[in-house]
């Protein structure tokens, strides 16, 4: 395994300037969504406003029915420096939280806001990173839309589904760790990234409810020449209360198009997850260093469970049928995409996947496992992420 050249202590942002400075942003793709309706994104960029080489980066996304504000500061370029500080925030309405698949959907009306530190430690030449970190966060619920009855999918979960004017604050703190193999940190770069985190949920409002989180995944790449490349990923989800009190669907992780292209958003949900997927990427245009257009098609498996290891089986279903509790199969799915990169700015890309399920053809922007690094906590994201 290769070593990267050193980065200095406290590295500049790319393209920042040599003093303070403020700078806006658009961000195109947090603007539309059926879930989100029509809106806006904008940030306001903000270099060495405190001290050398940070960034600060203040975000709304304001749609129809869901409002999204972040605001984040980092002490110098998480991407390259051997140690920094990540401070960051988001708050969030929405009246069209779906839980549930898209004909037994469950609709919530609930606000949410977090506030979380990251400090993040770099090993072995920059390849094995460090990262613990602590946040509180409160989700509140105003108005419930359920189906009557219940379908057996969210009727199994009747405990978890949260009432009008139920508020859930809680304190996670926990570990992050992220392992690359890459000699260049770059996605057309031979190798594989693993990631694993650690939390531990605890109630501030007087539940009791406790709980530990645990996430895993692991991204390969195998360049096959020029721009041609496979990606492949796979991951899991396990979440384990430590009292009697259940877990309410707020706090669950959840399955959708973001991880799944041809599922809908949050369509599963579940205590423990898995999932994973291979893609074959290929160039279609570019236009120097100044963007490049990729086509991708790729496969998908997906499944969430109370308990994985009293359900898992190991076997592909691939009709919509009823599922049996003690044998929950995996699900696939198939999906063909478009990656807009800029090659200067190689962090920077808006990928989007059409996909195939047995709910029919969906539209996704297409996320791989989000490095633990990043910067702005996601605009309009229903999935509910461990990384």
Do not use: C, K
Request: glycine fraction near 10%; hydrophobic fraction near 40%.
């Amino acid at each position: 395994m290769a070593d990267p050249v050193p980065a200095h202590a406290q590295p500049a942002f790319p393209g920042a300037p040599g003093g303070p400075s403020l700078n806006l942003r658009v961000y195109p793709a947090d603007v539309w969504g059926p879930r989100t309706g029509a809106g806006v994104g904008i940030g306001l960029v903000g270099h060495g406003l405190a001290r050398p080489h940070d960034q600060w980066l203040l975000t709304a996304a304001p749609a129809r029915h869901e409002q999204v504000a972040t605001l984040s500061f980092a002490s110098a370029n998480p991407r390259e420096a051997r140690r920094y500080v990540i401070v960051d925030g988001r708050a969030l309405h929405t009246d069209r939280d779906w839980q549930g698949p898209p004909d037994h959907r469950l609709a919530l009306d609930r606000s949410s806001a977090r506030a979380r530190l990251r400090l993040g430690q770099t090993v072995l030449g920059g390849h094995l990173l460090l990262q613990p970190h602590l946040a509180v966060e409160t989700h509140r619920v105003d108005a419930v839309r359920a189906p009557s009855p219940l379908p057996p999918t969210l009727s199994r979960a009747s405990d978890a589904i949260p009432t009008p004017g139920a508020t859930y604050t809680g304190l996670r703190g926990g570990l992050g760790l992220q392992l690359d193999s890459r000699a260049a940190l770059t996605r057309y770069a031979t190798g594989v990234r693993l990631q694993a985190t650690w939390d531990r949920y605890t109630a501030l409002e007087g539940s009791g409810l406790r709980f530990d989180q645990f996430d895993g995944a692991v991204l390969g790449t195998l360049a096959l020449g020029g721009l041609h490349r496979f990606d492949l990923r796979a991951g899991a989800t396990i979440l384990r209360p430590r009292t009697a009190d259940p877990v309410p669907t707020v706090l669950r992780p959840s399955l959708g198009g973001a991880l799944v292209p041809g599922w809908t958003r949050s369509r599963e949900l579940g205590r423990d997850r898995l999932f994973g997927g291979l893609l074959y990427r290929f160039p279609l245009w570019t236009w120097g260093r100044v963007l490049t257009l990729e086509g991708h098609v790729g496969g998908h498996l997906a499944a969430t469970y109370r308990r994985v290891e009293d359900q898992f089986d190991l076997r592909i279903q691939f009709d919509d049928a009823p599922l049996r509790p003690r044998n929950i199969p995996l699900r696939p799915t198939a999906s063909v995409g478009l990656r807009v990169a800029v090659p200067i700015r190689p962090h920077a890309s808006l990928d989007v996947a059409l996909g195939l399920s047995p709910d029919g053809v969906s539209a996704a922007r297409l996320s791989l496992i989000q490095p633990l690094q990043t910067l702005r906590p996601l605009h309009h994201a229903a999935d509910r992420f461990g990384f």
